[in-house]
């Protein structure tokens, strides 16, 4: 009886855990990735994302410390690459949104040296 009780626990965990394990690798492999590089930058910086299954209408705005927007971009497809060459703003801290349909995906600052 003991053991009989024993094996059924031991199967129960089993399931349990394997049932974790499926549904943290089904969360990876639906959780949007984004980076942005190189940071600090001179030149073309990118912005390398994929959020396949994490909705659509991506836009990527670039806003300086005040607030005021410098670029816009709206790459298509759910996963790739955007461009921004900050040729035309001054060097200094610059906030990124990365947003979609679903809500923001990522943010944070980029710098830009000269």
């Known amino acids: 009886m003991k053991h009989t009780l024993l ?3 031991l199967l129960t965990c089993s399931i ?3 049932a974790q394990y499926e549904a943290a690798v089904r969360y990876r492999a639906t959780t949007p990735t984004f980076s942005v590089f190189p940071n600090p930058a001179s030149g073309v910086v990118t912005f390398s994302y ?3 299954d994490g909705g659509n209408d991506m836009r990527i ?3 300086n410390v005040v607030g005021e927007k410098v670029a816009t971009m709206q ?7 955007a461009y921004w060459n900050p040729g035309n703003v001054a060097a200094g801290v610059y906030i990124y949104t990365a ?3 679903r809500g923001v995906i990522s943010k ?4 830009v040296v000269r």
Request: glycine share 12%; no cysteine.
């Open 61 to 63: 705005v670039v806003t």
């Open 75 to 81: 790459p298509t497809g759910s996963a790739g690459n």
């Open 7 to 9: 094996l059924s626990l």
């Open 99 to 101: 947003s979609n349909d």
């Open 16 to 18: 349990i855990a394997h």
């Open 108 to 111: 944070g600052k980029v710098v």
């Open 50 to 52: 994929n959020v396949q």
